[in-house]
Structures are given as C-alpha cells and as structure tokens.
C-alpha cells in the first residue's frame, strides 16, 4: 500500500478561539484553555499602583494656570510627568471610584509643589506672643529682630524693597518671583478635594497694586517674613522662588498639620476602594494555570 501523502496534514501554527489555543507539536494537537478573564482583573499591587496615579493626577488637577508647579525638566520630560514622579513617594491614599471621579484629593504633608536649582526657602510654623499661628520663613525683612510687625505689601515694589535692600537675601535677584501658595482641604458629601489659592510677586519696581493678595497677610517675626491666619489645621502653604535668569525654581513641600488623609491609609479604605472598582483580586488570591490537554 501507498503510504498516505496526507501524514503530515494537521494544523500549522496557532489557532485561537473561545479562549482555547491549538497548536502541534511533536506531531501531535494540544490544547491549551486561556486563565485570562474577560473581566479585566488587576492584582492588589497594581491596584494599589493605579491608586497612587489617580491621586497624584487629581493633585496635578488642584492647580490652576497660571499656578502650575514650577519643575525643572529636560529632554521630553514635562512639568507634569515630573510632579507625576517627585510624588511617587506619597503615602497611597485610597479612594473610591466615586470619588476619584469627583476628582478626590488629599492634603498631605510632603507634597512636592516645585523642583529645580535655586536655594530653598526654609519654613516652619511659630508660635506668636498672643497664641496665634503664623508660617515662618527664613527670608529676613531686616526690620526688628525682637518682635513682631504687620507688613503692608500690596505691590512688587514693597516687596522688594523689604527684601532684597541691601542684599539681605544674597539667593534673590531682582527680576526673580517668589510665589505663595495656601491649600485648604475641603470636604463635601463624603469626597474631599483640595482648593489651593496663589499670589505672585516680581521683585521689581513695579508700583501698580496686586489683586491677588487679598486675603494674604504678611508679617515681619524676629526679624524674617513670616505669613499669618495660619491657625486652621486643614490648610497647607508654600513658597517658592523662581530666577528670572537660571529660568529654574526652588524645590519645595507643602507644610501641614491637616490629618484628614489618615483616613484614607488604612485597611479599611484598601476594602473599600478596591470593592468599588469590583476588579480586584483578594490578596492571596491566586488563578491556576490550567495545564495542558493532550488530544491523540
């Protein structure tokens, strides 16, 4: 008998359907039946991962033009995928789908604001004589060291004049920015946000009024520029430098005492967030391969 010219018919390559995959090999079929779920499921890491983008988007999103971060950044790299990255290391908040779509965000301490070359300003919360809370810089005013005085700053002019007479500040140059920023924490119906208001001042000569500060007070302490009305624990400041000249800005965190985040930290915010995205794997939860089975 003729040996059959058909011995080596049979199926080449892979054929894929309904999450099966044929394939030969060795001269013999095999099956293989896919574990992926049409449900696109994420593992706990990669949730946890997500989590910390979708915050770090929504505080990208608190700032408005023309307040965005000042980041330094070179080649392709953005000011944005550069805060992305400076704040990377926050602590993972955990929020809910409803809540990240309310575009949800957390003040917390830490938080880069800006990045670059120039000297940082140095702040910190004091304490005045009567009680009150103000944020202390390390900017000196060159007015008397021993106490405290309200500032009357309305114009780029006063500025600096206060600040750079004389070259008491030997880091500021004129024609740089300083700007200052506050963030309050807000919460409404269960989704907090962040608002952040900024003023922004030129050290020049300029004498015509800034709207932008209303609201802002400033003081001289010990003899360095501090900022007051800074008693509610639910708001964080900043400020940063920017030269005119190096075109670079300071590198600068928000300082807070606002807590509200720590509830978002905890196991329970895990449970709750990841239950309402309803694609997450239980931690531990692990889906066998499935082996392989041999058709004769």
Not at 265 to 274: G, H, Q, V
Request: proline content about 4%.
């Amino acid at each position: 008998m003729a040996e059959s010219k058909n011995k080596n018919m049979g199926f080449h390559g892979r054929i894929r359907g309904l999450g099966v995959t044929f394939y030969q090999r060795g001269g013999r079929t095999y099956a293989r039946v896919s574990t992926r779920s049409s449900s696109n499921k994420q593992s706990l890491g990669q949730f946890k991962v997500r989590e910390r983008m979708r915050h770090s988007i929504a505080l990208w999103k608190s700032f408005y033009t023309p307040y965005e971060p000042l980041m330094e950044t070179t080649g392709t790299t953005t000011a944005y995928n550069a805060f992305l990255r400076a704040n990377s290391a926050l602590q993972t908040v955990y929020l809910t789908k409803q809540q990240a779509r309310q575009g949800a965000a957390l003040l917390m301490p830490g938080m880069v604001v800006s990045e670059g070359r120039l000297p940082k300003v140095e702040y910190d919360f004091a304490q005045l004589a009567g009680g009150e809370r103000v944020v202390l810089t390390n900017l000196l005013t060159g007015i008397d060291e021993a106490g405290t005085q309200e500032l009357t700053i309305g114009c780029n002019d006063d500025l600096y004049k206060l600040l750079c007479t004389n070259h008491r500040n030997p880091q500021l140059m004129p024609g740089d920015s300083v700007r200052f920023y506050r963030f309050e924490q807000m919460l409404h119906n269960d989704c907090p946000t962040v608002k952040m208001t900024c003023c922004e001042m030129t050290l020049d000569s300029d004498p015509r009024q800034i709207p932008g500060l209303r609201g802002w007070q400033f003081l001289s302490h010990e003899g360095r520029l501090a900022i007051g009305d800074a008693d509610n624990e639910s708001t964080g400041w900043a400020v940063v430098l920017f030269g005119e000249k190096e075109q670079s800005a300071s590198t600068q965190q928000v300082l807070t005492t606002s807590q509200l985040y720590r509830l978002y930290i905890t196991d329970e915010a895990l449970a709750d967030a990841a239950e309402s995205y309803g694609n997450v794997e239980k931690p531990g939860l692990l889906t066998p391969d499935i082996p392989e089975r041999r058709h004769e």
